[in-house]
């Protein structure tokens, strides 16, 4: 009867550590299969964040600004009037820090630009807080941190006197 015993505390002690290295095995799949989600959740979160600069009006035009650099295009700065807007206008009304506008064409790029680099001084924080990744949205900011820099003395001055620290640091991290 002894032999019994004995056999069936090896076949236990078998299972028991077959169990065990089934459930290590599991628990890292487990955390494999969590990391993707997280992954894919982190993509998704700055997908939205950037679907939203590219579909409220405000920082669409000044996307568009920015893209149209060497050209002019028309908006509608203010219900029912509608003007033209030149890159050196942009430049000119954003380097207006604490002056008075001259006009609605000046009120309305500075707005622009301001929820532009409001949404960019979010996703820096975003960042910063390990909710999204850098590598998710660098390179839709690319030509725009070349263009910024060519005028940095402008943007830079836009910036410390809206305080988007945070702003600043995703343009220079974005070269």
């Not at 089934?22 to 628990?27: D, L, N, P």
């Not at 003395?153 to 620290?165: G, R, T």
Request: glycine residues 4%; charged residues 30%.
């Amino acid at each position: 009867m002894n032999r019994v015993t004995d056999w069936g505390k090896i076949v236990a002690l078998v299972v028991a550590i077959f169990g065990l290295f089934r459930a290590i095995y599991e628990i890292g799949e487990s955390r494999k299969v969590r990391a993707g989600e997280l992954r894919w959740k982190k993509a998704n979160s700055a997908k939205e964040l950037l679907d939203d600069i590219h579909n409220h009006e405000p920082e669409k035009s000044a996307v568009h600004m920015l893209d149209w650099c060497d050209r002019q295009a028309e908006y509608e700065i203010a219900v029912g009037q509608r003007a033209t807007v030149s890159y050196a206008d942009v430049l000119a009304a954003l380097a207006k820090n604490g002056l008075e506008p001259l006009d609605r064409k000046d009120v309305y790029i500075r707005d622009c630009f301001d929820w532009f680099f409001y949404r960019v001084d979010r996703i820096q924080h975003y960042i910063d807080r390990g909710l999204i990744d850098f590598d998710d949205v660098k390179t839709v900011f690319r030509t725009y941190a070349g263009e910024i820099e060519k005028h940095q003395e402008i943007y830079d001055a836009f910036l410390k006197f809206h305080k988007y620290d945070l702003a600043r640091s995703f343009f220079l991290s974005c070269k």
